[in-house]
């Protein structure tokens, strides 16, 4: 048995382990306190070794985890264990995104990360979201259908806000306003993508791997088809967990 545990700044995942197969997983807010949200899913599973991942794995490795991985190997060996195929991963989560380029083994190769800024993460468009008048889960549909986005000319959050409130004050659709924002995300992470070199097959990891209008416009710009999981936010505590099993390492 062992605990895999992903502490992100939005939400902290648990992937429980037996015998090398997934037994159990956990999503949670992370809250104003992450260290006891994850503390909390800690103590649901039978006492094991722990691996943790994500920015907050350090605050876990004094008392709780074993070890630490750093999110990069995580979501790579991840996402390869759930797509053997993989060559290239995605993982756009609420303060960073990043893109990962693996070897036909599987072995990290080369990656390019946004983590300076919330352009181009979850943060971003929750922000965006609320700045709209709409719940996360909506914001990622209402776009889809629109055909021609408004022109967002700030990344910048505190700027693309302002830009937002512009734009509906001139009566600006607010479906093209969802789609231009989600096209210049998707332009921000295709750039990225491609100075790493994309090779299929593409792994879309990360909470925003569950919006469907990012999910399209990405591989549309990436000329490709994205693998998405059924839970893409568990797969850097997947992988974390398979760290302490001979498929992690």
Not at 52 to 62: I, S
Not at 140 to 155: C, D, F, H, Q, Y
Not at 170 to 193: F, N, P, T
Request: aromatic share 6%; proline share 3%.
């Amino acid at each position: 048995m062992v605990l895999g545990i992903d502490l992100g700044s939005r939400t902290v995942k648990a992937v429980f382990l037996r015998n090398g197969e997934i037994e159990d997983s956990q999503i949670a807010l992370g809250g104003s306190d992450p260290y006891d949200t994850a503390v909390s899913l800690l103590k649901k599973y039978p006492k094991c070794p722990v691996v943790a991942t994500g920015y907050g794995r350090h605050v876990l490795k004094e008392e709780w985890a074993d070890k630490v991985v750093t999110e990069i190997k995580a979501h790579a060996i991840g996402a390869r264990y759930l797509f053997p195929s993989c060559r290239t991963v995605i993982d756009m989560g609420g303060q960073d995104s990043k893109v990962i380029a693996l070897d036909e083994s599987g072995q990290f190769v080369n990656f390019q990360m946004n983590d300076k800024c919330a352009a181009g993460t979850g943060k971003f468009l929750e922000v965006m979201a609320q700045a709209l008048g709409y719940p996360i889960d909506i914001f990622a549909l209402v776009g889809i259908n629109e055909t021609k986005p408004a022109r967002i000319n700030s990344m910048c959050t505190v700027f693309a806000e302002s830009e937002v409130i512009s734009l509906v004050s001139k009566r600006v659709k607010k479906e093209a306003i969802v789609l231009g924002l989600h096209e210049a995300i998707a332009g921000r992470i295709a750039s990225m993508a491609n100075r790493v070199g994309v090779v299929a097959d593409v792994v879309f990891s990360g909470g925003v791997a569950r919006n469907p209008t990012m999910v399209t416009l990405l591989e549309r710009k990436l000329k490709t088809k994205l693998k998405v999981a059924d839970a893409p936010d568990i797969i850097g505590a997947l992988g974390a967990a398979l760290v302490a099993t001979d498929r992690g390492e």
